[in-house]
């Protein structure tokens, strides 16, 4: 059978019915942080608010951005993930993948095509080093509180979601264009455009992977109608 090996799942939807079986990353990688002369070498699989919180004494910061999102650093890595301005690549020096054919390698920040949500990284990522910047523990506390807050706030953290759908077009957020075109609060079955933030969909009830994919055509096809822009899926699906 074929595999695919994940790491939180944040992000990801998967079919009802899957022709692979599913491996997340935590089954098989030891959460390790090794924290040196500000360098920062971490498993791929270490939870981002836990390695934000074990850097707090250190005096190291820079990654509060990340603040309240369920994910592990690998993923991150692999997708670029980004928020507030700053994106995981602003703080990335290597990263040790395992390739296809089970050889391990690692690659200099210059060797990776990070991108816009995203990496161009085709291996497996194992560990990531780091070079995060001084921050006084106090304010950098204040910091992450602060993004929390806000994700509590503007996103329906209450509802079964996979956080953001769409990439931002260049120049507009993706949440703005759905919004303009009175998508917020159309259902589809039991998934639902949130009401909250409408580059967000949620869970209502027992939605369904093919509700899901129908709520996303729907939506890239009416903001292309009436803006004449093409929303991209930042989802893993």
């Known amino acids: 059978m074929k595999f695919k090996i994940i790491g939180g799942g944040s992000n990801t939807v998967f079919s009802d019915n899957p022709d692979y079986a599913v491996i997340s990353d935590r089954n098989f ?7 040196s002369d500000g360098k920062v070498t971490v498993s791929s699989s270490v939870n981002i608010n836990y390695l934000i919180a074990k850097l707090l004494p250190y005096g190291l910061g820079g990654l509060s951005f990340l603040s309240g999102i369920p994910a592990h650093l690998g993923g991150l890595i692999k ?5 507030f301005g700053s994106s995981v690549s602003d703080f990335t020096e290597n990263v040790h993948i395992l390739t296809s054919d089970c050889r391990r390698k690692i690659l200099s920040r210059k060797e990776i095509e990070f991108g816009y949500r995203t990496s161009g990284i085709s291996g497996f990522i194992i560990a990531a080093e ?5 921050a006084d523990p106090l304010e950098e506390k204040k910091k992450i509180q602060e993004r929390i807050m806000y994700r509590k706030k503007n996103q329906p953290l209450e509802f079964p979601n996979v956080g953001c759908i769409f990439k931002n077009p260049p120049g507009v957020s993706a949440g703005c ?5 009175g998508l917020k609060n ?3 079955g039991d998934i639902a455009i949130s009401e909250k933030h409408a580059n967000f969909m ?20 009416n903001v292309f109608e009436q803006t004449g822009i093409y929303l991209h899926p930042e989802v893993s699906i």
């Open 202 to 221: 949620i869970n209502v009830g027992n939605a369904t992977f093919a509700e899901f994919k129908s709520a996303i055509n729907y939506v890239i096809k």
């Open 186 to 188: 159309h259902r589809i």
């Open 79 to 83: 997708m670029n993930a980004g928020a």
């Open 130 to 134: 780091l070079k995060l910047p001084k």
């Open 177 to 181: 264009l759905i919004d303009r075109c």
């Open 29 to 35: 990688l030891k959460n390790q942080v090794d924290i």
